[in-house]
């Protein structure tokens, strides 16, 4: 009766109701832009040609070629013990699942509930979870680093820098603790959690500090002896999938203007998902067409940055709701069909 309970509650994050609050909070504040400045003249000043059609074509097959490089990274981190169809399913799941969770937590409880429906032992998917959690740290810290030296100060705007500044530092601060704990001392890491779980008005939650400390000391364990090739593939297909992610802005800007700052608009994207980061409400809706507007209009034509946010909305966000209600009932049929 518990593994029912624990199955129902995981499947009903993808329920109508679930999905409905962020849905409502993205149209609406991209509504609220859109009118709080409209201007008929500056919107008809958009060009719908066959250029905007060919960039935005190219939008769409930026998020092909991520789903593939997501794809390839949970193949290498499982050791290829998934078929391409499974790993398919799985991340497009995982996608669904970002939709109904707020980007500050994400969707590790899903994540965790799909890899061990396929027949891979807890232990190893949260060595999976917290290894993508690594990479995911280690590219962003990296890439920042790169943008100061390619690009110095001037990536960063003094408007929404403070944003950019507690982004980064949060991802760091868990880029560093992960690692820490992964490959040199889970015991401290495991014994520093559970510690500040135990302090006032935190203790309520000790329960998920330890489940969070106990899952590093389970992955640590799990990544000795993997060899470079697990490595690699892992790294590759990180890297490629958040390039893919970022380009994706380049594009859905180049379908309306072109500018010479393709390089600047490409650390800007990264600052976008940064800042995204922070935002409380599932799929960072609200937030994220906000951020858009803040951190990437001064690159595009004077009232078209809402018209923007939205075109990049659905290549980034909407398009995995009813793509995610087609692949549910598929995986369930699959899945469950074996026991």
Known sequence: MRQLTENDEVLQQFSYRKLIIPLLIGLGAIAFFIFKDFDAEKLQSINWNVTML?????????????????????KALTDNEISWYQSFQIVSLWEFSSC??????????????????EGISVGRTTTIILITIFLDGLFFTLLAILFWVLLGSTFVNSGWAYFFYLGFALNVSMFLVVAYGLFFNPNTIKWIIEKIFSLPYIKKWKHIGH???????VASKGLKDKTVGYWMGGLVGTIGAWAMRFLVVNFVILAVVYNSEQLLIFAR???????????????????????????LGEFVPDGTAPTLSFFWRIFSYYIFIPFGFIILPQWLRRVFSKK
Request: charged letters at 10%; aromatic letters at 16%.
């Open 54 to 74: 060919f960039w935005l074509l190219f939008a769409i097959a930026s998020i092909v070629i991520r789903h593939f490089f997501l794809m390839y990274r949970l």
């Open 100 to 117: 109904v969770t707020p980007s500050s937590v994400g969707g590790t409880a899903v994540a965790l509930f799909f890899l061990t429906k």
């Open 211 to 217: 489940r969070a400390a106990k899952d590093l000391e």
């Open 269 to 295: 994207s990264f600052i976008l998902y940064l800042v995204m980061a922070l935002s409380p409400t599932p799929g960072s809706s609200g937030a994220a067409e906000a951020s858009f507007i803040w951190i």
